[in-house]
T-cell receptor, first 113, second 111 residues
Framework: DTAVSQTPKYLVTQMGNDKSIKCEQN?????MYWYKQDSKKFLKIMFS???????INETVPNRFSPKSPDKAHLNLHINSLELGDSAVYFC????????????FGAGTRLSVL | KNEVEQSPQNLTAQEGEFITINCSYS?????LHWLQQHPGGGIVSLFM???GKKKHGRLIATINIQEKHSSLHITASHPRDSAVYIC?????????????FGQGTRLTINP
């Protein structure tokens, strides 16, 4: 059973479209994260939710809106996609929002044409 | 300048060699993470440590808080260890946790 699963694995879309990436974890963790890995392979935190509450919101455009319907899910919705949004997006989870090991999903490769 | 610097950026070695990857950081941290990213892109969390040393199989991670430095060692390296190894540090700014990643070290182990 996959611990942290993201869908889709690949997403190719046109500029201006709206798209969502879903993330689910079956580890019983209470904290979930979204990270962005750019073309230079740098990973950056985007959002973190603890018990469905937003606790980290880095400088991310308003076009990105995370939604956490419950502790096991953290979805990422992106409006008006731009070329610069092309990247690999990783979801992760951990138990507790203070320093604990992260479990990562396999990543979603988003290509905006 | 990034708060986290790794060295070397690229490392190629022969199977069986002892590998060391270094991570230096410039801020006071609450924890340091070592991650492994496979060629297929998946990321695995290897260690999280805030002091001392941890060992898991052939992997050893150490941290020196005073020197703001951590090392990841791989003993008896194997081609399947080929991956990008990423160091990340977590710290708090105005009560909010930040996690900053190094640029990664690409390790290639040749048979």
């Amino acid at each position: 059973d996959t611990a942290v699963s993201q869908t889709p694995k690949y997403l190719v879309t046109q500029m201006g479209n709206d798209k969502s990436i879903k993330c689910e974890q079956n580890l019983g963790h209470d904290t979930m994260y979204w990270y962005k890995q750019d073309s230079k392979k740098f990973l950056k935190i985007m959002f973190s939710y603890n018990n469905k509450e937003l606790i980290i919101n880095e400088t991310v455009p308003n076009r990105f809106s995370p939604k956490s319907p419950d502790k096991a899910h953290l979805n990422l919705h992106i409006n008006s996609l731009e070329l610069g949004d092309s990247a690999v997006y990783f979801c992760a989870s951990s138990q507790g929002w203070r320093d604990s090991g992260r479990y990562f999903g396999a990543g979603t490769r988003l290509s905006v044409l | 300048k990034n708060e986290v610097e790794q060295s070397p950026q690229n490392l190629t070695a022969q199977e069986g060699e002892f590998i060391t990857i270094n991570c230096s950081y410039s801020v006071g941290i609450s924890a340091l993470h070592w991650l492994q990213q496979h060629p297929g892109g998946g990321i695995v969390s290897l260690f999280m440590l805030s002091s001392g040393k941890k060992k898991h199989g052939r992997l050893i991670a150490t941290i020196n808080i005073q020197e703001k430095h951590s090392s990841l060692h791989i003993t008896a390296s194997h081609p399947r260890d080929s991956a990008v190894y990423i160091c990340a540090v977590s710290f708090y700014v105005q009560g909010a946790q930040k996690l900053v990643f190094g640029q990664g070290t690409r390790l290639t182990i040749n048979p």
